[in-house]
């Protein structure tokens, strides 16, 4: 049966939690005690008691997940009890083990202030013994506790984590299948036209769809590309949609070869999509072109164009912008910014930092390894 508690880390800090309380009694006691032997004692005497302490309660919890119990970070009588008697049983044996001493000489009658008033046969003796396990038992009880509800936590967030990263791979592939399969079935009907009224047009417009699968199969493994290998693809694509709509369709870019954001990243085929959703949604005509425009705004990227709309758009399932939401708001929590105003529409999109971008990449090349 596989453990789900954290026996490691409850045995490295109770260790860490036993020196600690045996320091603070070794740097009290030698300012209060003249005797360092009695210090040394007190501080071993401490330490182990912590300590035994510790492990009572970690057997026990081993046991009781054992039972097939669940352990959880929360007060439990019977397993509160449980340590309580197991500690007190190491107090006990521990108190009976420094008297001896004491008796034999080893250890100064001072050890234990007023220990004459307690006799193993007082009633007082027991009640002193019964609230000194309480107090150092409650301290270990909810020690252990605390770094139990750490673990659970960080359990908790390494599920929610894995069920995101589920979520946005689904997200993802469904804006591949969105994208690719439409785009080239356009493509070939465009390109098979081209055949038979244009070949030298034709030649062209091949070439462009030769090198956009080229680009898009080379970052297709990963979830991001860089904005550079966005604009690429970008390129590509207009070109061929210019051929297909001549001075029908006007596209410009402003960002510089030089701009200190080409290296960051894109959800992969996400400048793309906004660029064939413009395309789909409205009207273009010589008379009034499309005219869609890629510009940086500081950390953002936005695709904006002029806004002649369709009567009605075959094909569509309104499914691309709500993909692309998705995909942000898994992968690093940024809103997608749309804004349509009488005779514009844009879209802004998130430009992803290195450390977002390379560990989403990582995930994506280990389940392609896992596979």
């Not at 510790?54 to 449980?82: D, M």
């Not at 990243?265 to 789909?280: G, M, R």
């Not at 708001?329 to 879209?347: A, C, H, K, N, P």
């Amino acid at each position: 049966m596989e453990s789900f508690l954290p026996t490691r880390n409850l045995l490295k800090y109770s260790c860490r939690c036993a020196i600690g309380v045996a320091g603070i009694v070794l740097i009290t006691g030698s300012t209060i005690e003249p005797s360092l032997p009695v210090v040394f004692f007190r501080t071993a005497t401490t330490f182990l008691l912590f300590l035994a302490s510790c492990l009572a309660n970690i057997f026990f919890l081993l046991c009781w997940e054992k039972k097939g119990r669940v352990v959880e970070p929360e007060f439990n009588p019977r397993r509160f009890l449980s340590g309580y008697l197991a500690t007190f049983i190491v107090l006990v044996l521990l108190h009976q083990t420094n008297l001896s001493l004491i008796e034999k000489g080893v250890l100064p009658a001072s050890f234990y202030d007023r220990h004459e008033f307690y006799p193993d046969e007082s009633w007082l003796y027991w009640v002193h013994m019964l609230v000194v396990t309480f107090v150092v038992f409650i301290l270990v009880y909810y020690f252990h506790n605390f770094i139990l509800l750490l673990f659970a936590k960080s359990r908790t967030e390494q599920e929610i984590s894995k069920l995101k990263m589920a979520n946005f791979e689904s997200a993802n592939q469904l804006l591949r299948q969105q994208i690719q399969p439409h785009f080239l079935f356009n493509a070939l009907n465009v390109l098979k036209s081209l055949i038979r009224k244009y070949p030298e047009t034709a030649e062209a417009y091949l070439i462009r769809l030769s090198d956009f699968l080229r680009a898009s199969l080379n970052v297709s493994k990963v979830d991001t590309a860089t904005v550079r290998e966005e604009l690429k693809l970008c390129e590509d694509y207009m070109e061929m949609q210019k051929i297909r709509f001549g001075d029908s369709l006007h596209y410009h870019v402003t960002l510089e070869e030089n701009d200190r954001h080409m290296d960051d990243y894109l959800p992969f085929f996400s400048l793309q999509s906004l660029l064939e959703n413009a395309i789909k949604h409205n009207q273009l005509t010589p008379a009034a072109p499309l005219r869609i425009e890629v510009s940086r705004l500081g950390d953002w990227i936005e695709v904006k164009n002029n806004l002649q709309p369709k009567n009605f758009v075959e094909g569509s399932t309104g499914n691309g912008l709500f993909s692309l939401k998705e995909r942000y708001r898994i992968l690093s929590g940024d809103e997608v910014g749309i804004r349509m105003t009488e005779d514009e529409f844009s879209v802004r999109i998130k430009i992803l930092n290195h450390k977002i971008a390379m560990s989403n990449q990582k995930s994506a090349v280990g389940r392609t390894a896992d596979s």
